[in-house]
Nanobody, 126 residues
Framework: QVQLVESGGGSAQPGGSLRLSCKASGFTLDPHAIVWFRQAPGKEREGVSCISTSDGSRYYDDSMKGRFTISRDMAENTVYLQINSLEPEDTANYYC???????????????????WGKGTLVTVSS
């Protein structure tokens, strides 16, 4: 049974950091692409970052370059999202999805995910 389980969310102050985890089970990450999305209250789900686990290629939404870092640990079958310099605007549910293909082509299209996790909530406030 394919599952993605996010963790690592919580409350943080502006300027802080969080590392989110996306633990995969029921399949091995390689060669799939894994995508992080987020959805703020009242807003549409938006793509944050994608990693092609086969070659480590990484892609980010232009507005999130610099503060977000996606990485993978193949031994742990887990993809991570490091968020630095947190801003209140980062408050959202963060979801990971398994992209239907092996490369991050059109990765920001949520309809191209074949499996989703249930999300982890990040709240940034002072």
């Amino acid at each position: 049974q394919v599952q993605l389980v996010e963790s690592g969310g919580g409350s943080a102050q502006p300027g802080g950091s969080l590392r989110l985890s996306c633990k995969a089970s029921g399949f091995t990450l390689d060669p799939h692409a894994i995508v992080w999305f987020r959805q703020a209250p009242g807003k549409e789900r938006e793509g944050v970052s994608c990693i092609s686990t086969s070659d480590g290629s990484r892609y980010y939404d232009d507005s999130m370059k610099g503060r977000f870092t996606i990485s993978r640990d193949m031994a742990e079958n887990t993809v991570y999202l490091q968020i630095n310099s947190l801003e209140p605007e980062d408050t959202a549910n963060y979801y990971c999805g398994r992209y239907y293909g092996y490369q991050c082509t059109d990765w920001f299209q949520s309809s191209f995910m074949d499996y989703w996790g249930k999300g982890t909530l990040v709240t940034v406030s002072s």
